[in-house]
């Protein structure tokens, strides 16, 4: 903080490095992510966040880090679903294109979604659409939000929900996953197929 206040009193460019993304999302402007000494993406914190160009990007971006899962893409005409595990997700029209129009069908790709775009709130999970059933193996209270850890698919994820839910360590709880939300990645080039 007394950087950033320092930052806003003389008004002057500061370059600024470090490996903490927490102290980079809240002092930088912009902000140039590297990766073994290659640049990744140089963009604003928020543009980072929510649209990152590649899979680094958007699991070093984010705390908690966004979860990823393999998915088989499937397409009906104008209509994409990703399966995974026992489950799957349609994709809303903008983001099913670009998979339609990548040639994706019948290939797998990597899901990701960060953890406050899951719920376990039963009016989000109807209006998702996209339900999953697991056991959750780790819980963590914030204060206001509690950190729940499942797995799927061979993936250790986490869901970011309110405080006052009362799945605990062990329970089988119902999750939704907000569809619109979604981030898909090439598997093989890591690179965003869509945000």
Do not use: W
Not at 95 to 118: C, F, H, Q, S, W
Not at 138 to 158: I, Q, R
Request: some cysteine.
């Amino acid at each position: 903080s007394e950087i950033s206040a320092l930052h806003q009193k003389l008004g002057a460019t500061i370059i600024y490095v470090t490996h903490d993304q927490t102290e980079a999302m809240t002092l930088g402007t912009r902000i140039v992510v590297l990766k073994d000494g290659i640049i990744q993406q140089v963009d604003s914190p928020q543009t980072l966040y929510g649209r990152p160009n590649n899979l680094f990007v958007a699991g070093f971006i984010g705390s908690p880090q966004m979860n990823f899962v393999d998915a088989v893409c499937k397409v009906n005409g104008s209509e994409v679903t990703l399966s995974f595990d026992k489950f799957s997700v349609k994709l809303p029209q903008e983001k099913a294109k670009k998979l339609i129009d990548g040639g994706y069908n019948g290939k797998t790709v990597i899901m990701g979604i960060r953890p406050e775009n899951i719920s376990d709130e039963k009016e989000d999970i109807a209006k998702y659409g996209c339900k999953i059933t697991t056991e959750v193996t780790g819980y963590e209270l914030l204060g206001a939000d509690v950190l729940l850890y499942f797995n799927v698919g061979g993936a250790k994820m986490t869901a970011s929900v309110s405080s006052t839910t009362p799945a605990r360590f062990g329970d089988t709880v119902e999750l939704g996953l907000d569809p619109n939300y979604m981030h898909v990645f090439d598997k093989e080039t890591e690179l965003t197929i869509t945000n």
